[in-house]
């Protein structure tokens, strides 16, 4: 009678339940490319919402295999699972729990994990109620949409995706015991960070499915040797786009407020799925290519290796937890080192050999003379990569930083962008955010200012030196320098952009005027303040970006209209309405940055640069003639940019530390940055055909090479530098930029004080 009143006064008193017949769990932001492909998920819990007859049979049996075989025989609570259970715990020193699935959702959904005698009455009092108010059919939807499964999946469908990288609707009878498996305990049981333990319990669960009749032995032996390929929670399977994640969260919070997360928005990107593999994969192999010319850092860590093997498993995995494999870059602990080998092991326990050619990069670690940071030894935590079966060699983390954006000249549309090599290790997003130096990768908006001085393809300028004594400049003497410190004398614009004179690049600036210059790259989505009206932005010493970059190359690219970047195309709720599309972009002339004509001699002088400039390895490696681009090496090589475009795609590459130093003596644009740009183009121009560009109204074409109608033959400027410099060249300063070169201090500009184009005008 006591615990009938107590049932009775209890009863009125628990939670609403009918709400659950209609279960609406918080749904997250999810970020998806322009071909459906997700890149980023944000809010509180990953999910994917499916209804019960969207759920695979497969899964649903491997789950009432291993959590509650009897679901659709008892009324909520199973007295024989329960007695069974409490006879087990008797045996045994471990105890068995007997929560229904019913119960599970009755805990999950209103009650908190408190343990306490008063809890589990309600939660007997909530089972009851939730099988009186719903079908089982029902309370089973509710349970595999919102259990929790490890990293932040909240039921099997969002499970699947994160650990397989696949529908739900596709899983084997393997993979949906392996799934089955996490609730008990997501971390223990997490396939890819506890295979051991993640397999016993797989192997478990397939059991428990044959003894219910779920499966038949012949099934079951076949899913216990079925080879599973899990998606590594980093690793190279995915499709990274973390930064692109990143910019498109950020604006939709702006946008819709904190609602964003658990609203179910999806956002859809201008990305395509297949240009962001190949973005991510050259530029990351860029940077490994650097990396293995420099000299070894040493182990990221060290730890002690305990005898007993239990303790020496768990000792490993706490380390290589602490130290997460950073996509094929994978870490390990050594087990035994000399010069000639290294044994090391990773979370699977499986010993493996490092030998010959992939100890290389690390000699000075493995020398008897290594620092204690440096020594390779037992226990030393490392990172190695996988060449082929069973070939191994040892690598480290980079400390250089890389960026990457590829757009549609014409829409704006961003088809690839990697802000940076691990977004893990820095959010920094550097293709918006990195304000870098371009060097000579910045000489194309010079000479473009300067064709409308009378500058053609054909004009001469003398690559020779040039010194401004500390008189001229104000402060310190400044002498500039082409790259390999040779002085070739007359030679045409033509060949000096290609071969990227500096000396010829000064001497057009000089005839353009600073503050002419300065105006004129403002047409290019520059900033007028970050780029100083003096003689050093011949030689790129303003303030970029690789989005900067990009879009002022898409000028020339498309004819001369400066088109913003455009990353989001489209925002719908979770059941598909459209919250927002962007219009489709259409070049028009409010758009006109400079006439077409300057376009088309400018694409004509770039074309030179990839065919026989400092650039030439992109058409010799591509096979293709539609290649336009420069290269820019900044001084003490700090910065390495190759920028650079086909009719139909424009990118920009750049390399170089947060914190400028140099890379190398050695190390250039057309070194570091034109091979990731090749490497990605050798992609992005699959299948695309060969495209030329038609000339304009206003040029003609005389001897092969082009020109502006009026500056033809004998009427533009013929000449440059051939006489003494001029005098005052360079604006009086006080002090050196951070590569030495002299900033000026405001004075009248050069055009004020002498019309060069008067002066060298036929």
Request: zero cysteines.
């Amino acid at each position: 009678m006591a615990v009938g009143i107590a049932l009775a006064v209890a009863y009125p008193n628990l939670p609403e339940v009918a709400g659950l017949a209609d279960y609406r769990p918080k749904l997250p932001l999810r970020v998806i490319t322009a071909d459906g492909q997700l890149i980023g998920e944000f809010g509180e819990e990953r999910r994917n919402l499916l209804t019960i007859q969207e759920i695979p049979a497969v899964m649903k049996n491997a789950v009432l295999a291993i959590e509650d075989a009897r679901f659709f025989e008892h009324n909520g609570v199973d007295y024989r699972g329960m007695i069974r259970a409490a006879l087990a715990n008797l045996r045994q020193a471990k105890s068995q729990g007997a929560s229904t699935i019913t119960m599970q959702v009755a805990r999950n959904v209103y009650l908190s994990a408190e343990k306490s005698y008063t809890r589990k009455i309600y939660e007997v009092l909530l089972t009851f109620k939730l099988e009186h108010m719903l079908t089982k059919e029902q309370i089973l939807e509710i349970y595999m949409n919102q259990i929790y499964l490890g990293q932040r999946a909240y039921g099997f469908a969002a499970a699947s995706q994160i650990y397989f990288g696949k529908s739900l609707k596709d899983v084997t009878v393997a993979e949906a015991a392996m799934l089955a498996g996490l609730p008990q305990a997501p971390s223990a049981y997490n396939p890819v960070k506890n295979p051991r333990r993640a397999r016993s319990r797989q192997l478990h669960i397939i059991d428990r499915m044959v003894e219910n009749g779920f499966i038949t032995a012949e099934e079951a032996e076949a899913a216990k040797s079925e080879q599973l390929k899990l998606r590594s929670l980093g690793g190279s399977d995915r499709l990274h786009a973390e930064y692109v994640a990143e910019m498109v969260r950020q604006s939709i919070v702006s946008q819709y407020g904190e609602e964003a997360y658990t609203r179910g928005l999806v956002v859809t990107t201008t990305l395509k799925a297949a240009e962001q593999r190949a973005a991510y994969k050259a530029m990351r192999q860029g940077v490994l290519d650097f990396e293995r010319r420099q000299f070894y850092r040493g182990p990221e860590l060290f730890i002690d290796l305990p005898k007993e093997r239990p303790a020496l498993d768990d000792a490993i995995d706490e380390a290589l937890n602490e130290r997460p494999d950073n996509d094929d870059l994978l870490s390990a602990v050594v087990l035994e080192a000399n010069a000639k080998r290294v044994v090391a092991v990773r979370q699977d326990g499986e010993p493996f050999e490092i030998t010959g050619e992939g100890l290389k990069p690390v000699q000075s670690g493995l020398s008897d003379k290594a620092g204690p940071n440096v020594k390779i030894r037992p226990g030393a935590v490392i990172r190695v990569v996988q060449t082929a079966p069973k070939i191994w060699r040892i690598t480290q983390l980079p400390e250089v930083e890389s960026a990457f954006v590829a757009l549609d000249p014409n829409t704006g549309k961003v088809f690839a962008l990697v802000g940076g090599f691990d977004f893990q290790k820095s959010k920094f997003n550097h293709v918006t955010q990195a304000w870098r130096q371009p060097g000579s990768s910045f000489k194309p908006f010079i000479y473009s200012a300067a064709l409308e001085k009378g500058l053609t393809p054909t004009t001469v300028v003398n690559d020779a030196p040039l010194f401004y004594s500390a008189g001229e400049t104000g402060g310190k003497p400044w002498e500039p320098k082409n790259y390999d410190g040779q002085f070739e004398g007359p030679m045409s614009v033509r060949r000096a952009l290609a071969k990227s004179k500096n000396m010829v690049s000064i001497r057009v600036l000089q005839m353009v005027g600073t503050r002419s210059a300065q105006e004129w790259v403002s047409r290019f989505g520059f900033d007028a303040d970050k780029h100083p009206p003096y003689l050093t932005m011949a030689l790129g010493a303003g303030a970029v970006t690789p989005m900067q970059m990009a879009t002022g190359y898409g000028v020339f690219a498309n004819g001369g209209y400066r088109v913003p970047p455009v990353l989001i195309s489209r925002v719908s709720d979770h059941k598909g309405k459209v919250l927002y599309e962007a219009p489709e972009p259409t070049l028009s002339d409010t758009q006109r940055a400079i006439e077409p004509r300057n376009a088309f001699i400018m694409n004509s002088l770039l074309q030179e640069i990839t065919r026989t400039g400092t650039a030439a390895r992109a058409q010799a490696t591509l096979k293709r003639p539609d290649l336009y681009g420069k290269t820019g090496t900044t001084n003490d090589s700090v910065d390495a940019w190759f920028v650079g475009y086909q009719p139909s795609i424009v990118a920009a590459a750049w390399v170089g530390y947060d914190a400028p130093r140099n890379l190398g003596s050695r190390e250039t644009g057309g070194g570091l940055s034109l091979p990731i740009w090749i490497s990605f183009m050798s992609e992005a121009l699959k299948g695309v055909p060969v495209a030329t560009y038609t000339p304009p109204a206003g040029v003609v074409n005389v001897g092969n090479e082009w020109y502006y109608e009026e500056y033809g033959p004998g009427r533009g400027v013929h000449s440059l530098g051939l006489q003494d410099p001029m005098p005052g060249a360079a604006a009086p300063t006080s002090e050196l930029d951070a590569n030495g070169a002299p900033v000026p201090k405001p004075v009248a500009p050069i055009e004020e004080r002498r019309s060069i184009l008067d002066l060298f005008r036929n």
